[in-house]
T-cell receptor
Framework: AQKITQTQPGMFVQEKEAVTLDCTYD???????LFWYKQPSSGEMIFLIY??????QNATEGRYSLNFQKARKSANLVISASQLGDSAMYFC?????????????FGQGTELSVKP | AAGVIQSPRHLIKEKRETATLKCYPI?????VYWYQQGPGQDPQFLIS???????DKGSIPDRFSAQQFSDYHSELNMSSLELGDSALYFC?????????????FGAGTRLSVL
């Protein structure tokens, strides 16, 4: 069965510094997609970045980048130049490729707090 | 750009009552998903529809049912509500024809069962 593990329940970072949020995954399927979502205290789920299992390069989206290490089955999110608005819960997710469309399987989440 | 629209945003019900949650996906997205997020939990998949046909089912109680209509909007119907049904319910949509097939989420419906 596919599984996502986020081992950091909470993280603190100083404003303007970079922070890495860890995510490891387990799957026997060679084709999969990995996602990161941000959930502020208001509750909405905001898509941040995507990495495909066959992508040769690490994904980047503005201040977000993904440190994808396929052999280690890790997909860590790096946020550069943290801002106060980055304080939120962050979820790593994997798309189940066995089914049409593919449901998302989420990790437990990491709560990030950015200090001024 | 248009986003996923969910209504209502907040809903308060009594035990054993019925609730209906609505979702309007992003135009031209062919798949709709429903997720349930309990307090302090990660979202759990409930059910999905591809081109108006149920495509996958997760840990959805028999008291819950869902459907997708001809205009692609979807509804999650919840009957005989229990205290444990109190949660944030998300609808998401995606276009499976795209390489990334990213699921975009609505703002959620926060259901409180008293």
């Amino acid at each position: 069965a596919q599984k996502i593990t986020q081992t950091q329940p909470g993280m603190f970072v100083q404003e303007k510094e970079a922070v890495t949020l860890d995510c490891t995954y387990d799957t026997s399927d060679p084709s999969y997609g990995l996602f990161w979502y941000k959930q502020p205290s208001s509750g909405e789920m905001i898509f941040l970045i995507y990495q495909g299992s066959y992508d040769q390069q690490n994904a980047t989206e503005g201040r977000y980048s993904l440190n994808f290490q396929k052999a280690r089955k890790s997909a860590n999110l790096v946020i550069s130049a943290s801002q106060l608005g980055d304080s939120a819960m962050y979820f790593c997710a994997m798309r189940d490729v066995y089914n049409q469309g593919g449901k998302l399987i989420f990790g437990q989440g990491t709560e990030l707090s950015v200090k001024p | 750009a248009a986003g996923v629209i969910q209504s209502p945003r907040h809903l308060i019900k009594e035990k054993r009552e019925t609730a209906t949650l609505k979702c309007y996906p992003i135009p031209r997205h062919d798949t709709v998903y429903w997720y349930q997020q309990g307090p302090g939990q990660d979202p759990q998949f409930l059910i999905s529809f591809y081109e108006k046909m149920q495509s996958d089912k997760g840990s959805i109680p028999d008291r819950f049912s869902a459907q997708q209509f001809s205009d692609y909007h979807s509804e999650l119907n919840m009957s005989s509500l229990e205290l444990g049904d109190s949660a944030l319910y998300f609808c998401a949509s995606s276009s499976t024809g795209t390489a990334k097939n990213i699921q975009y989420f609505g703002a959620g419906t926060r259901l409180s069962v008293l």
